[in-house]
């Protein structure tokens, strides 16, 4: 089946840019989504199809995906963005499933 | 607004049967597809299975493929996970979530989840 890998941990000093990586076998040629997942809450999508923000979600988030990586990027980052950051995507090339990273979290310093 | 409200999660004894529902609101079933997402104590997300938004379709993990059914009726916008010959494993808070449809493949709204845990 297919694996997202993502990094356990991000730490990132406020106003800093915090960086999110989801590796994945040739994950450039599917469309990825990242969810914020804050503790004791359901997880809130915050990039939809690799770069598009849902409404309502600060400009600061931003992605991208290309060869075997896919990335999101908050920038300016405040204690608020402080949450578990998971990728997803669709795998259609062994079954129909859906397939979430293994999930990363993200500290401000 | 769109809204889905998880509910019937419990203590069950391992091997045992549990109904977990989702009412949504704001929207119709009909329109959506609609997932069931888990997640264990401490772990991350685990997509379940899903019904599709006609219901003539549904897919299920690996994980839970013979197990777990997913059903609903339209008549109370009411989504159903029955779970049957549970697991210590199987304990996790499980989630309904919208499928944003067209050819995105995501997940736009969460319910707020069910705590199911399986235990002696």
């Known amino acids: 089946s297919y694996v997202l890998t993502q990094p356990p941990s991000v730490s990132v000093a406020p106003g800093q840019t915090a960086r999110i990586t989801c590796g994945g076998n040739?994950?450039?040629?599917?469309?990825v989504h990242w969810y914020q997942q804050k503790p004791g809450q359901a997880p809130v999508p915050v990039v939809y199809d690799n770069s598009d923000r849902p409404s309502g979600i600060p400009e600061r988030f931003s992605g991208s995906n290309s060869g075997n990586t896919a990335t999101l990027t908050i920038s300016r980052v405040d204690v608020g963005d402080e949450a578990d950051y998971y990728c997803?995507?669709?795998?259609?090339?062994?079954?129909?499933?859906?397939?979430f990273g293994t999930g990363s979290k993200v500290t401000v310093l | 607004q769109v809204q889905l409200v998880e509910s019937g999660g419990g203590a069950v004894q391992p091997g045992k049967s549990l109904r977990l529902s989702c009412g949504a609101s704001?929207?119709?079933?009909?329109?959506?597809?609609i997932h069931w997402v888990r997640q264990a104590p401490g772990k991350g997300l685990e997509w379940v299975g899903m019904i599709s938004y006609d219901g003539s379709q549904t897919y299920y993990a690996d994980s839970v493929k013979g197990r777990f059914t997913i059903s609903r009726d339209t008549s109370k916008n009411t989504l159903y996970l029955q779970m049957s010959s549970l697991r210590p494993d199987d304990t996790a808070v499980y989630y309904c979530a919208r499928d944003k449809g067209g050819d995105l493949f995501y997940f736009d709204y969460w319910g707020q989840g069910t705590l199911v845990t399986v235990s002696s």
């Open positions: 704001g929207f119709t079933l009909t329109h959506f597809a």
């Open positions: 997803q995507v669709w795998d259609y090339s062994a079954d129909f499933l859906y397939v």
């Open positions: 040739n994950i450039g040629s599917k469309s």
